[in-house]
């Protein structure tokens, strides 16, 4: 009796679940999946440590080999944060590469080759640019990117 009770409750999450995902197109923040958009009010609630650790169980969990799992998570979460805050570029950038073929996860760790290359030539300069063109740098670097110039680099 108790356990029938917990399958009908089960299934009624599960159906409520599926329903809120096709109705946001997002995915509930139990569990992080590069594949679908968190929904940003839930990504965003959550502390920095905590969305690195979804990620990192993530790639764990594909078993997607990786030299610095958690370098690799903390780029993947620098990147949903930009699209969770709709920074406009970085969006654009989404949906241009999705359109170009990429998946969501490529689209992603494209957009981190960015952010990367941009954060080595802050440490490179050591000069207190101001961030406003530190920042528009990035996002023109960002409006670059397409699909080719991904699959042309050493990624
Ligand atoms: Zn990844």
């Known amino acids: ?10 299934d009624r999450r ?16 139990e569990k992080y999946t590069p594949g679908c958009a968190p929904a940003p009010g839930s990504w965003l609630e959550l502390d920095e440590q905590e969305r690195i650790s979804l990620v990192e ?11 610095n799992v958690t370098a690799h998570a903390a780029f993947h979460v620098i990147v949903e944060n ?9 969006v654009r950038a989404m949906h241009r590469l999705r ?11 494209a957009i981190s ?21 530190s920042q528009a740098s990035y996002y023109a670097a960002v409006e670059r990117l397409t699909a080719a110039h991904w699959h042309k680099g050493e990624h």
């Open 82 to 90: 930009q699209i969770a805050l709709n920074l406009e570029p970085v």
């Open 1 to 10: 009796m108790v356990t029938s009770t917990e399958a009908q409750l089960s």
């Open 99 to 109: 359109n170009q073929g990429l998946s969501r996860h490529d689209a992603i760790h």
């Open 57 to 67: 169980t993530y790639h764990r969990v594909a078993r997607i080999k990786l030299p």
């Open 14 to 29: 599960e159906f409520y679940d599926r329903q809120k995902e096709s109705q946001d197109k997002t995915c509930i923040m």
């Open 113 to 133: 080759s960015v952010v990367a290359e941009h954060l080595f030539d802050i440490l490179k300069t050591d000069q207190n640019e101001n961030p406003e063109a």
